[in-house]
């Protein structure tokens, strides 16, 4: 079996910084391979506020970012107005992630920076991960980065379908909202929340590391959240060290949470909390 993550560090040089296609609807996207660890791939794509309100935006990525820029199902064509209130709502998108459908997968992204100029998007991909999917045959993003990594073709017409567009309005169902429940974005079922005193209960002996992370979550303002979402959070930010990742450590302590009931996981990549 190949070792994923030991091709893309072998082959860092050649693919760090390069780009390669994603087709989401009937449209091209080129994301770039911004950075490679032992452990994940970084991918990022710039979106010009032109490109953002384009007409020939309103089916695919573009409509997705828009969905959290307005908070409404109005398309805006004017770049100027978009950014406009991009920038003034910067710190609130800064911590929003929407998921898209790419193939036959769903798949989150955030908004990492915003600019007067353009929004960039990422997503954070173990290896782990990819090879998973990519082993039971599934027709998504990890696909291509899979093929791409060991240099293989990649059969894109698998990805060439339109996305529903009759209702601008059904496609804001798919992105995380703080005003909206995001159970529904990747069908995490129904969820009994936890009282405030239940909460209080199973946490009578947590310390240390694992309640940090509970801390973490529960300064999320999201209730799915993944592990890439809650390294960012600014309560890690005195143990952060240049070139390493914090995941592996946050992962390991999330597991008392999830044993406590506190935190349930779903999905391959996907946390809810429950409280």
Known sequence: MVN?????????????????????????????IDNITNNEIFIQKKFYFEELTSEDSKSSFEVYIQNLITDSGDFIYNSSELKQRSIINKDNLMRKMFAIPIGDKKHGFRIISITSRYIKIENVLKFELIEKIYSKGIISLEYI??????????????????????????????????????DDLIDV??????????????????????????????????????????EKEEIYDKFRFEGESLIPTIEKNLHPLVDLGLVKKFDDNYYVKLW
């Open 189 to 230: 079922g129904d969820i009994d929340k936890l009282s405030e005193d239940e909460v209080d209960l199973k946490l009578i002996n947590i310390k240390g590391w694992p309640k940090l992370v509970f801390d973490s979550i529960d300064g999320y303002d999201e209730d799915v959240f993944t592990l890439e979402i809650l």
């Open 4 to 32: 994923l993550s030991k091709e893309a560090l072998n082959n860092k040089n050649n693919i760090l910084n390069q780009f390669f296609v994603i087709i989401v609807g009937n449209k091209e996207y080129e994301f770039k």
């Open 145 to 182: 980065l899979h093929e791409y990594i060991l240099g293989n073709d990649i059969d894109y017409s698998l990805f060439k379908e339109e996305i529903p567009t009759d209702s601008i309005e059904d496609l804001i169902t798919e992105r995380v909202d703080s005003n909206e429940s995001s």
